[in-house]
């Protein structure tokens, strides 16, 4: 019995995969992958990811060539985010997890910075500032899920411009939907 799979009526289209979850895409092949092949040549990696039964539809493709894009980094120095990188021998390595990308410094916001700010995060896209507000606390400690509100209005821009470039760069490197740019 031969049982072929159905194509959805509308194609998915993944504009911002990271922002929505890749899509709702499982991309977990591609990260078997990529986790297997730790120590094989970065050619071998990508043609067997590029072998990966969801790569014949666009949106799936697009999802895992963004994983990819997102996980992989061209050197070991670039993409701080990513887990893997291709090593100067061209084969897929991972990065230490006991190294911190983060500097040594933790900048310590003030109480008044912290009550400026009222649980809310505060992110930049292109030269406008806008406001991440706590949606949802996770129960496992520390993590919270944000969602982009507002614009900051004139005054909130004064005050956050009159902060010290320590307190900015720290309150823009917490912003929650901040993600570097794909290696690929």
Known sequence: ??????????????????????GGIDTRPVEHRLHGGIGKPWNHVLGKINKLKGMRFSATRAAYLRCVGEQVAPSEGALPGAEFYVDENGNLAR???????????????????????????IGKRGQTLFWF????????????????????????????????????????SRDPARSPAPAN
């Open 1 to 22: 019995m031969i049982i072929q799979q159905e194509r959805p009526s509308a194609p998915e289209v993944v504009a911002k995969p990271r922002e929505r979850g890749l």
């Open 95 to 121: 990065r230490d997890p006991a190294k911190d990308d983060r500097p040594s410094e933790t900048v310590v916001l003030s109480t008044e910075i912290e009550a400026f700010l009222d649980r809310r995060s």
């Open 133 to 172: 507000e706590p949606t949802a606390r996770y129960s496992d400690a520390e993590r919270t899920r944000f969602r982009q509100g507002r614009a900051l209005n004139e005054e909130e821009s004064a005050i956050f411009a009159d902060l010290d470039e320590a307190d900015r760069v720290e309150i823009l």
